[in-house]
């Protein structure tokens, strides 16, 4: 069996996330029939995590194993040829029979886009450009980033992020990943580790950043939809210790739409 690392790059807006559903398109259905076009061979890769329905991917990352025998650039550009222009194959390659995109993931970087309708530098209320709706989340309150970076410091290390999980009793605390980064089965488990997160204005959008070991479900779209509380003033910075504590989703804010979420980079070890 020859093992596959891929790295792609996706826009979610059509798709119903990244995991393989009856009737539905997925980003993981796609590139399973695509594998089929290109070898015949019938695989569902694996994600390095689940995206939900309607997030983007910078750099996912795909494992799975073929008796296919192809050259790297060749299987790269075959299923490019095969799959829908939203989903691109940045790198194919040979790796480990080891390797697992989500068992041996280390850390995840996410990012969010916000386009802020209104700033303290335009009076006039800004249009956010159909080009770019699909792909940021259109703010319409004005956002201070100075409460939002310091907000965003308590959320750094390991803690327990019930508060930040879904809602729903059946997916709340579902992780993206079944899996700890140390490839061990442990059920669900809301103790996760922030190693950095922070805000910053790049190309004339509000961009959040974070990394970190795992994530649950929701997670990084409830925590930004509470930092936007605390940006345009209707929550105080220093409330984010009571929410982690409150281990309770109705103690955060709101979750922020899943449009403006991309999944940024997933680090491994070196070989």
């Known amino acids: 069996m020859n093992h596959w690392k891929l790295t792609l790059s996706y826009d979610g807006t059509l798709f119903h996330g990244w995991q393989v559903q009856p ?22 890769p694996q994600g390095s995590g689940r995206t939900d329905s309607g997030v983007h991917a910078l750099a996912q990352v795909t494992s799975f194993a073929l008796e296919t025998s192809i050259p790297p650039a060749n299987l790269q550009r075959a299923l490019n040829r095969a799959l829908p222009p939203s989903i691109r194959i940045l790198t194919a390659e040979l790796v480990d029979e080891s390797f697992h995109a989500r068992h041996s993931a280390r850390r995840k970087t996410y990012e969010y886009r916000i ?12 249009i956010c450009s159909p080009f770019l709706a699909p792909y940021a989340w259109d703010c319409r309150w004005q956002l201070a980033i100075e409460p939002m970076q310091e907000a965003s410091k308590y959320l750094c290390g390991t803690h327990d992020f019930t508060s930040f999980a879904a809602s729903d009793p059946e997916r709340g605390l579902r992780e993206e990943e079944s899996d700890d980064a140390n490839g061990k089965a442990h059920g669900p488990n809301p103790v996760k580790t922030l190693l950095q997160a922070g805000w910053a204005h790049e190309d004339g959008l509000l961009v959040y950043r974070v990394t970190g070991s795992g994530f649950l479900h929701h997670m990084v779209r409830n925590i930004v939809g509470t930092l936007a509380d605390v940006g345009r003033g209707s929550l105080a910075v220093d409330e984010i210790p009571r929410i982690l504590a409150a281990r309770n989703r109705t103690a955060a804010g709101p979750t922020a739409p899943a449009c403006g979420l991309f999944l940024h980079s997933v680090e491994y070890d070196p070989v």
Do not use: C, M
């Open 23 to 44: 009737e539905l398109p997925t980003v993981q259905g796609s590139l399973a029939l695509a594998l089929k076009y290109v070898t015949g061979e019938s695989v569902l």
């Open 115 to 126: 386009f802020e309708r209104r700033t303290a530098a335009s009076p006039s209320e800004r």
